[in-house]
């Protein structure tokens, strides 16, 4: 599973009217309403016949956005991926390489 | 009601005595002239254990409110106190706290801002930051200041309000002048205020995310919010003085006071003890047959501009006399009162801005009476003027 992050709530609505705002700046814990992940110029990309699912991403990845819930593999988690590619650098395998997002 | 205690206190003893009766968990402050005795005061409750709260001995001002935002958002009654340049340390923890809606209660002792240095009343610190969001209120002598406490956490800690208060007493002259000060029971104030409880605070039964990020799309909707509840403030604080006046027997005028400005020609218009001046000035050119009146504003926010129009609208001439220049202009006052009547459906009297008592010069009867006699003469074009 992911490291930290809570589940999305994909149900947020936006308040409509100064009467839906709270008093004080607070908002029940656990919500994570947007992605987070525009600055990225280039994204991991995984080859999972060269994976051995050894986890060195998943340990190092700052952001804790490599899923190892998924059956059969790891996954990465675009929404929030800043794409610093240390998960690239660090994977013994090469199994993971930086792909130009902004071409 | 519980039998009252007549006690000598000086301003700072007043406030000290004030926080006790008002059971505040946590005080943080750090020690600044005139405010000093105040937190001596407290410091000597918490260690005698008349007063069972968390005493912070904080690095700076700007520590001490940071703790106080801090405790505040656990849910926790608190109380700090500075003055000056203590308070302009503070300056962005002022709007955090009011951001957040932590109603911190706190007593600034006015004194005026260096340079040149120096240790005396004026109340340029308080005035130049009256955008902070905060409720401001002036005190005009020790029994208010210590009624202005109590009377603090209860407008406050209001669900409607939940803004964070400043208590302003004039440097020296009310902060270390002694009084006779009515001491009211623990009972009576504790039926009078209630144990701090909101829902805007971290709990573990109800996890939050608090005081966060709100970016261009939902910014300006909580400054919105801030806005109206300072504004709704003025309600909530005729009903608190109200019921106030119905258990201890003081009764408050709200956010100003008046003195014989229903047929008044000449009004001066001032805030904090130098009101003390000019009654007995008033009084005696009354005496005399002359049509002059007093007003005395309390709260400077919310800013009482009905209250200021009612009270002026029929004047001849107005002077507004304070302790404060916003240089290259006017005083801040004065701005302020000068908008209300411009508001005003008549033609507004003729207004001057007396500016005096800058680094704790006297401002004497003699001085005030001078006042009333320059509001009488003609126009002769200025506005701003030195006393």
């Known amino acids: ?35 987070n992940a525009s600055w990225r110029s280039h994204r991991p990309v995984l080859d999972a016949g060269k994976c051995t699912n050894c986890r060195i991403c998943w340990l190092l990845c700052p952001d804790g956005v490599i899923h190892t819930s998924k059956p059969g ?15 690239a650098k660090e994977c013994r395998q090469k199994a993971i390489r930086m792909e130009n997002e902004a071409l | 009601m519980m039998p009252a205690q007549k006690v000598f206190l000086s301003g700072n003893e007043a406030v000290a005595a004030g926080v006790r009766l008002a059971r505040p968990h946590v005080i943080a402050a750090y020690p600044i002239t005139p405010q000093t005795t105040v937190i001596e005061r407290l410091a000597e409750m918490v260690e005698d254990e008349s007063l069972k709260a968390e005493y912070l001995h904080v690095e700076s001002e700007h520590s001490a409110l940071s703790a106080c935002i801090g405790a505040s958002a656990v849910g926790a009654r608190t109380f700090t106190a500075t003055s000056s340049q203590g308070l302009l340390y503070m300056a962005e923890c002022l709007h955090y706290a009011s951001g957040g809606r932590f109603p911190v209660v706190m007593m600034n002792a006015n004194r005026s801002l260096a340079l040149p240095w120096n240790i005396y009343g004026d109340q340029r610190d308080s005035l130049s ?14 029994q208010e200041s210590l009624d202005l406490i109590i009377q603090a956490y209860a407008i406050a800690e209001h669900p409607d309000v939940l803004t964070p208060m400043m208590i302003n007493l004039d440097g020296f002259v009310i902060t270390h002048t002694y009084e006779l000060v009515s001491l009211p029971s623990q009972e009576d104030v504790d039926a009078f205020l209630p144990p701090f409880l909101t829902t805007n605070k971290m709990d573990l039964d109800h996890p939050m995310s608090l005081a966060f990020t709100a970016g261009p799309a939902y910014n300006q909707a909580f400054k919105q919010l801030q806005h109206q509840a300072v504004v709704s403030a ?37 805030l904090g003890s130098v009101a003390g001046t000019v009654r007995p000035v008033v009084e005696k050119l009354r005496s005399l047959g002359e049509r002059v009146g007093l007003v005395r504003i309390r709260y400077m926010r919310p800013f ?34 000068n908008s209300a009547l411009m508001r005003a459906k008549v ?11 800058l680094g704790g010069k006297d401002i004497s009867a003699e001085d005030i009476e001078q006042l009333f006699l320059r509001l009488k003469r003609p126009d002769d074009g200025e506005t701003v003027v030195f006393i």
């Open chain 1, 1 to 35: 599973m992911a490291m930290n992050y809570p589940v999305r709530q994909r149900s947020f609505k936006p308040p409509k009217d100064l009467a839906e705002y709270p008093v004080g700046i607070a908002f029940p814990a656990g919500h994570l309403v947007e992605t």
């Open chain 2, 304 to 337: 009482p501009d009905t209250e200021i129009r009612n009270a002026l609208a029929g004047a001849k001439a107005v002077g507004v006399l304070e302790k404060d220049i916003s240089f290259g202009y006017e005083g801040t006052v004065f701005t302020n009162v």
């Open chain 2, 347 to 357: 033609q507004p009297p003729r207004l001057l801005n007396f500016v005096g008592g």
């Open chain 1, 73 to 87: 593999g790891l996954e990465i988690d675009y929404d929030y991926c800043k794409g610093c590619g240390i998960c």
């Open chain 2, 234 to 270: 003025s309600k909530i604080i005729c009903e608190v003085e109200e019921r106030f006046g119905q258990r201890f027997g003081r009764n408050y005028p709200g956010l100003l006071e008046t003195l014989y400005c229903e047929d008044a020609e000449f009004i001066l218009v001032t």
């Open chain 2, 129 to 142: 930051l009256l955008d902070c969001g905060w409720i401001q209120v002036y005190a005009e002598d020790a």
